[in-house]
């Protein structure tokens, strides 16, 4: 289970399937591609979800097959949005 981090210090910009994320705080911008962004939404509209949802969710918003490289990637990605602190661990 992955929640998205509620820091008002935080602003999000969409362009298209694209994204940034300007955090305030720390003067830190991170650019959110397709696949990306799509996780950080899913996690945050659907906090509750487990690894293995949030990379079928991916598949269907997507439309990519929901192969063990998928599953994969979605891990790695996951432990990026961590690691920069866009996501927590619930």
Known sequence: MTRVLPLPTRLLK???DEAVVYDAASGDTHYL???T???YQ???DHPGYTSTE???ELST???E???PQL???TEETLTSLRKISLLEPA
């Open 65 to 67: 097959a929901n192969t």
């Open 71 to 73: 599953r994969e990637l």
């Open 14 to 16: 969409n362009w298209g």
């Open 61 to 63: 918003r997507l439309s």
């Open 33 to 35: 591609k397709p696949l």
């Open 37 to 39: 962004l799509a996780l």
């Open 42 to 44: 899913i996690c945050r």
């Open 54 to 56: 949030i990379a079928a």
